[in-house]
Nanobody
Framework: QVQLVESGGGLVQPGGSLRLSCVASGRTFSGYSVAWFRQAPGKEREFVSIIRRSSAGTYYADSVKGRFTISRDMAKNTVYLQMNSLKPEDTAVYYC????????????????WGQGTQVTVSS
């Protein structure tokens, strides 16, 4: 079982940037697709981005496309989410999660989750 720990959240003004990190322990990310989800108060958890296993590419929700970039550093066993041009509607707790499924996109497709990191975009 892989354990995940997110970090990098915080308070940022609209238009600012943050980089979130997701570090794995117990196992490496090899063989896993790694995704970021977010959940705002009173809302369902929603998909943000995924980097698929076996170097099969990345995918983004329309709401973050062109502003967020997901990447993976296998040597550091870390997945990053670079978030630029942040908007107040990006405010949420951000979670990383892993799946062995190539087609994973729904929260139920992911078996291991981190504890989350809070991102607040406000002036």
């Amino acid at each position: 079982q892989v354990q995940l720990v997110e970090s990098g959240g915080g308070l940022v003004q609209p238009g600012g940037s943050l980089r979130l990190s997701c570090v794995a322990s117990g196992r490496t990310f090899s063989g896993y697709s790694v995704a970021w989800f977010r959940q705002a108060p009173g809302k369902e958890r929603e998909f943000v981005s995924i980097i698929r296993r076996s170097s099969a590419g990345t995918y983004y929700a329309d709401s973050v496309k062109g502003r967020f970039t997901i990447s993976r550093d296998m040597a550091k066993n870390t997945v990053y989410l670079q978030m630029n041009s942040l908007k107040p509607e990006d405010t949420a707790v951000y979670y990383c999660a892993v799946s062995t499924s190539f087609l994973a996109l729904r929260p139920s497709d992911f078996g291991s989750w981190g504890q989350g990191t809070q991102v607040t975009v406000s002036s």
